[in-house]
């Protein structure tokens, strides 16, 4: 799968880091220091204490589906990639995130166990993280 023509995100000094590490094939999330959560979307402030004490931390990539939807079209989206599974994945290190499956719809359900793979992109410091269901 190419990731264009699709839209590439573009880091600002909040994400940077986190598109930089999926480049390099790995997932990253936030751990607050004063409160404990473990959350993604990057931000720099803690969404639940609202704490600037916040570390990243290399997330393990495994997950179930926690909910999805099948986009049969989408505009702008390649016409071979469809239909899309559009997901939120409950990751085995606490945060859900929102992301694609890249299967059949027919091969995912809720509480299907999932793997992160990274598609790159024409930007050098951007990767996209995908998940794809695996045995457990």
Do not use: Q
Not at 12 to 38: D, H
Not at 80 to 85: G, N
Not at 99 to 121: C, H, L, M, S
């Amino acid at each position: 799968m190419s990731w264009e023509p699709r839209p590439v995100p573009e880091p600002n000094p909040e994400t940077e880091r986190y598109w930089a590490a999926a480049a390099s094939g790995e997932l990253l999330v936030r751990e607050c220091l004063g409160c404990g959560l473990v959350y993604h979307y990057p931000r720099a402030l803690c969404p639940d204490c609202f704490s600037e004490d916040v570390e990243w931390r290399e997330a393990s990539g495994r997950g179930e589906v926690y909910s999805y939807s099948t986009a049969r079209t989408m505009s702008g989206w390649p016409e071979e990639d469809l239909p899309l599974v559009l997901a939120y994945v409950e990751l085995d290190d606490g945060p859900r995130m929102m992301t694609t499956i890249d299967a059949k719809p027919e091969d995912v359900e809720i509480g299907t166990r999932v793997d992160v793979r990274f598609v790159d992109t024409d930007a050098s410091d951007v990767a996209i993280p995908v998940f794809i269901p695996v045995d457990d």
